[in-house]
């Protein structure tokens, strides 16, 4: 990721949040401000038969809320920083954490931050590909949403190498799922003027990417705009921690059966093995989940419902032996799928004959028609 950034023009979005989303975060900010302020004040004040909400009680001494509030702004950066670190979706979590506890090199430091959101973009639009493989869509047909513009899907689409398509496709397919009335667990995890805020930060990474190389001084001034734009929609979508990404190990037969693997949460690249329950319906897909040349599939559960990520995310042994590596779909051209492995800039290919049944069966369910390999 690291070294080829994604193909994508440079284009001017708005230079301030939706205004759906500015209200949602003022309404869980508040939330979030009392729930801290019942952790701090040991729950609610109590005078006689009546109990007073803490914040109540704060705002009748004039400035004392105002500094309440910046300690709690303070505490909950702190904390949902290490939620993002520690819980997200590894392709999300590995270059954050490299981004904020790695190298103090401004150039390093703003390459692992494009990474983290090219990585966030890519990690949201495969859900919403891989549930809608699954599920279907709604009852009109997905569009993509792109610069003010609304067009059919195409089976290329969901092989671009431009993140905006990625933007443009997981808009138009949670904007299907909601006029339709489907229930999708990845729409559920988007709150409204998200995806036009992907836009935007989008719009920034453009920018600096377009710009060649930066000295010391224009990297850390991007840094300081950026950070911010990433670090709130990061807690956008605190949801993520709660999607788990794994690498199937071995599938136990039982009643329940079970599936035994690794997660492939967090930024750390210690192997973690845990038993996952399956139902019916999670353990055939585990069943057909069997390797795709040398590459393990990874699987992602997101509220009950279990997803196969293929082709756009793969796990496998790294050199040693000891670590597993994740490897991310970039683009196919020239007959070959063309991969970069999560938290460096490593690039491998593979045939694109290897996995052209796992991009059939997106495209089909989705667009109605498989590209084929000469519609690259």
């Not at 929609?233 to 059966?257: K, Y």
Request: glycine residues 8%; hydrophobic residues 35%.
């Amino acid at each position: 990721m690291s070294n080829s950034p994604f193909r994508d023009q440079a284009v001017t979005e708005p230079l301030s949040p939706a205004q759906s989303l500015l209200n949602w975060r003022e309404t869980r900010d508040a939330d979030r401000f009392k729930e801290w302020c019942l952790e701090q004040f040991g729950g609610y004040v109590v005078l006689g038969h009546h109990h007073f909400h803490p914040e109540q009680v704060l705002r009748l001494k004039e400035g004392v809320i105002e500094n309440l509030l910046h300690e709690c702004r303070a505490h909950l950066q702190q904390q949902d920083e290490e939620t993002i670190c520690e819980q997200y979706p590894a392709p999300v979590a590995v270059p954050y954490h490299q981004f904020l506890h790695g190298t103090r090199d401004p150039m390093r430091r703003l390459t692992r931050l494009r990474d983290t959101w090219e990585g966030l973009i890519c990690v949201l639009s495969t859900l919403a590909i891989s549930e809608a493989s699954q599920i279907g869509v709604g009852t009109t047909p997905v569009h993509i949403i792109e610069r003010g513009a609304t067009v059919p899907a195409k089976a290329k689409d969901l092989r671009s190498d431009r993140l905006s398509a990625r933007i443009g496709l997981l808009d138009g397919l949670i904007e299907s799922w909601r006029a339709g009335g489907k229930q999708a667990a990845v729409a559920e995890l988007v709150p409204t003027g998200v995806t036009e805020e992907l836009r935007r930060l989008n719009s920034v990474r453009n920018g600096f990417s377009h710009l060649g190389t930066l000295s010391d001084v224009q990297a850390r001034q991007w840094i300081l705009e950026a950070a911010p734009l990433v670090h709130g929609i990061l807690t956008d979508l605190l949801d993520l921690s709660g999607v788990q990404l794994f690498r199937l190990s071995q599938f136990v037969p039982g009643s329940p059966p079970i599936a035994e693997v690794e997660s492939l949460n967090g930024h750390t690249s210690s192997r973690r093995i845990t038993d996952l329950p399956l139902d019916v319906e999670s353990a055939g897909l585990v069943l057909r989940a069997g390797k795709i040349g040398t590459y393990d599939r990874v699987l992602a559960k997101v509220g009950t419902r279990l997803l196969d990520l293929s082709p756009y995310y793969y796990a496998f042994d790294d050199a040693s032996g000891h670590h597993t590596s994740i490897a991310y779909f970039k683009k196919r051209s020239d007959d070959q799928c063309h991969l970069e492995i999560v938290g460096d800039s490593t690039a491998i290919s593979s045939d694109q004959s290897l996995h052209a049944a796992e991009f059939d069966r997106c495209e089909r369910n989705i667009v109605g028609q498989a590209g084929g390999a000469s519609n690259a």
